[in-house]
């Protein structure tokens, strides 16, 4: 089984992600570092990715993610695959069972946390793109949307739970 922690950038993806990861004792791919380097100086420069610019780092990370299920059996990535498109896109190069754990955040907490943090390439300046690109998981998704105001272990325990169900 593949586990995607997904949504915007300062959501609290790699926090959970690694998380997770540590305790199903299993890889956590970071989806930031699958990103080429004419991606990560548009961002850098504030110019949101287009579709474009998504497909080829969706396709290397979900074979990443695909490499290491069949290497370990389950693995952890934190992606922000805002749009079902995305989604879809991931678990078809994956080629396993995939969920989906979305972090939920207000715009004021995530402006908060992406101001605050320090030598990432994202500015908070591209917060309203993604979150106008950011497509809400529908109930038919295997997808769990988690209150991020809880603190991060409450949460692993909760996307836990739902994954044993």
Known sequence: MAIIVMGVSGSGKSTLGTLIA?????????????HDDSAVARMRSGIPLTDEDRWPWLDRLGAAIGASVAAEGIAVAACSALRRSYRARLVEAIGAPTRFLLPDNDRQELARRLTSRQGHYMPPTLLESQLATLERPEPQEAALILDASAPPERLRDDALAWLRA
């Open 22 to 34: 540590e305790a199903l004792h299993c890889p956590f791919l970071e989806g930031d570092a699958f």
